[in-house]
C-alpha cells in the first residue's frame, strides 16, 4: 500500500493558518513553569549597564576588527581581521537586532531603538516587518500555518540550510524584499500581521537601506576595491555561519504544533565568547517561556527553573549531534521530531493538542515508519 | 449608575506593582505607582489576550509579558508596540485600607 502525504503548508495567510486557529493553536494559553511573583520580578528588571558595557565592547572590536581589516587590505592579515569583523556585524547583529527588538536589553527605550536599527540594518531584516513577525513568532511559536520565523520547515532543505551557513540564500531574499518594501510593496502574509500606521515606516526604511548600498557599491566601483562592500553589506554573508549555527539549535528538529515551549525549543550550554556575540540567547526555552526576561538575567532564570525543563544540550556540538539526525530521519518521515526526556521533578508536557495531526494526511493503511 | 467593588487590601499591591483582579467573568489590573498611588485597567493585553499582571511595572507603565508591549497606566495610553490600542481605565477609590473599583 502506499501512503501518501499532503505537502505542509507554512504560509500564514492559507488553509493552514485556519486549520490551527480551529484547533485552538493559535494565540493559544502556553505552558509556564510556576516562578514566585517576587522572583520573577527580579528577573524583569531593566537595566542599561550591562547593554550599554556589551554595546561599546561590540562596537569597540566591530571598529578595531575593521580598521585592521582596512590597514592590511591587501595582505593576509586582514582576513583573520575581517574574519572576527564578519562575525561582529554578520551575527552579533541577529542578537542585538532580536534583544533590541523585544526592548529588553535596555532600560531606557531610545538606547533599544537605536542599536535595534543599526542591528537591523546589518542583519538585512526590516525593522518593521520582522518586528511584527517576531511578535507573531512568540504568540505562535512553530505553529504551522501561524509562525513566519519557522528556520528549519519539513522536510528540511538541508542544501538551504548549508548555503545560509554563508547567509547565501536569506541574503537574496532579503534584498527581493527590500526593493519590494521600497516600492511600497508588502506581501499578503506581511499585510495580515503589520497595521496600516507602521507600514509606511517599513518603506521609507527600505528606501534609505537602499541609498546607503547604493552609495556602498559606488564607492567599491570608484575605488576599483572591493573594500567598501567587505565593510558594509558582505559581512552579512562570509559572518553569519555563528548565527546560522546557533539559531538553527533553537527549534530544529523539535516538535510543531504544541503549545509547551518545552517540546519545541532548545536551550544549549556555549562558551563565554559565543554567549557574548549571541547575547544568551542559548537559554531560548527560558527566553520563550519569559520573553520579558532581559538577556543579562537569563543564566539566573534558567537555574530558576531548569527543575521543569528538558536538561539543555551540554554544547554545540551536543546539540548538532541530536538536531542532524532527526533532519535526516524528516525526510523520510516528516512527523517525526526529537522528544526528550524532562527530569523527575518538572511537571509531565503539556500534549492537550496533539503534534502532527495538524498536517499529516494518510491516504492508505500504511505508516511509514521513522 | 457606577457602582463600587470591594478589589483588594492595600497591602496586596506592593510599590511599582501589579494584581489581577478578576471580578464577573472580567480580569481587571490594579497598579500601585511608586509614589502609592493607585490605578486600575482592563487586564488583558489590548494586542493579544496576555495577562498583564504578570507584567514588569517600571514607574508609570506596564509591560505586557508577552510581547514586551507596553501602556501608561494612569491613562490607558499604548506607548509602545505591537498594541495600538489603548487600555480601558477604571476610577480608583481608596477606603481605609481597602482599593475598590469604580465600574460601569
Not at chain 1, 527580579?42 to 550599554?52: H, K, L, N, W
Request: glycine share 6%.
Amino acid at each position: 500500500m502506499r501512503a501518501s502525504y499532503r505537502k505542509r503548508d507554512y504560509s500564514i495567510v492559507g488553509p493552514a493558518s485556519e486549520q490551527a486557529i480551529a484547533k485552538g493553536l493559535a494565540a493559544a494559553e502556553w505552558y509556564h513553569t510556576e516562578v514566585p511573583r517576587k522572583q520573577m520580578k527580579e528577573f524583569m528588571q531593566r537595566s542599561d549597564g550591562p547593554a550599554i558595557r556589551d554595546t561599546l565592547i561590540w562596537l569597540s572590536l566591530l571598529a578595531a576588527s575593521g580598521a585592521g581589516g582596512i590597514y592590511f587590505w591587501g595582505t593576509w592579515w586582514c582576513v583573520p581581521c575581517f574574519l572576527i569583523y564578519g562575525v561582529l556585524y554578520g551575527s552579533a547583529s541577529d542578537a542585538r537586532w532580536h534583544e533590541c527588538g523585544h526592548g529588553t536589553a535596555f532600560r531606557t527605550q531610545w538606547m533599544n531603538n537605536v542599536v535595534y536599527q543599526i542591528a537591523c540594518f546589518m542583519i538585512m531584516r526590516n525593522p518593521v516587518a520582522w518586528r511584527w513577525s517576531h511578535a507573531r513568532h512568540h504568540t505562535d511559536t512553530i505553529i504551522v500555518g501561524r509562525d513566519l520565523e519557522i528556520a528549519t520547515m519539513r522536510p528540511p532543505d538541508l542544501v538551504r540550510v548549508v548555503l545560509n551557513f554563508v547567509g547565501i540564500v536569506d541574503v537574496w531574499f532579503a534584498m527581493i524584499d527590500m526593493v519590494r518594501y521600497s516600492a511600497g510593496r508588502l506581501s499578503p502574509a506581511e499585510e495580515s500581521i503589520i497595521p496600516e500606521p507602521e507600514r509606511s515606516k517599513a518603506f521609507l526604511g527600505a528606501r534609505v537601506w537602499i541609498i546607503i548600498y547604493v552609495a556602498t557599491v559606488a564607492a567599491a566601483l570608484a575605488m576599483h576595491s572591493l573594500l567598501p562592500l567587505m565593510l558594509i553589506g558582505l559581512p552579512r554573508l562570509y559572518g553569519a555561519w555563528h548565527m546560522v549555527m546557533l539559531g538553527l539549535l533553537q527549534h530544529g528538529g523539535l516538535a510543531e504544533d504544541v503549545i509547551d515551549h518545552r517540546l519545541n525549543t532548545r536551550s544549549v550550554l556555549i562558551n563565554p565568547v559565543s554567549r557574548f556575540i549571541y547575547l544568551n540567547m542559548n537559554y531560548h526555552v527560558e527566553h520563550h517561556m519569559f520573553p520579558m526576561v532581559p538577556y543579562h538575567a537569563l543564566s539566573r532564570l534558567h537555574e530558576a527553573i531548569k527543575h521543569d525543563l528538558p536538561p539543555p544540550s551540554p554544547s554545540i556540538l551536543a546539540g548538532y549531534r541530536e538536531m542532524i539526525p532527526a533532519f535526516l530521519r524528516q525526510l523520510r518521515y516528516e512527523d517525526y521530531y526529537i522528544r526528550r526526556d524532562l527530569p523527575p521533578s518538572a511537571k509531565p508536557y503539556r500534549e492537550d493538542l496533539a503534534v502532527g495531526e495538524l498536517v499529516l494526511q494518510i491516504a492508505s493503511s500504511d505508516v511509514p515508519g521513522p | 449608575m457606577p457602582r463600587l467593588v470591594d478589589a483588594c487590601s492595600i497591602e496586596d499591591v506592593e510599590p511599582e506593582d501589579v494584581i489581577r483582579f478578576d471580578h464577573e467573568s472580567h480580569v481587571y489590573a490594579i497598579y500601585r505607582s511608586p509614589s502609592g498611588r493607585f490605578f486600575a485597567t482592563d487586564g488583558i493585553c489590548t494586542h493579544e489576550h496576555a495577562i498583564l499582571a504578570d507584567g514588569l511595572v517600571m514607574n508609570d507603565v506596564i509591560e505586557c509579558p508577552k510581547h514586551n508591549g507596553r501602556f501608561k497606566y494612569e491613562t490607558g495610553e499604548a506607548v509602545r508596540i505591537p498594541p495600538c490600542v489603548a487600555l480601558r481605565t477604571y476610577p480608583v477609590r481608596v477606603v481605609g485600607d481597602r482599593v475598590y473599583l469604580e465600574l460601569p
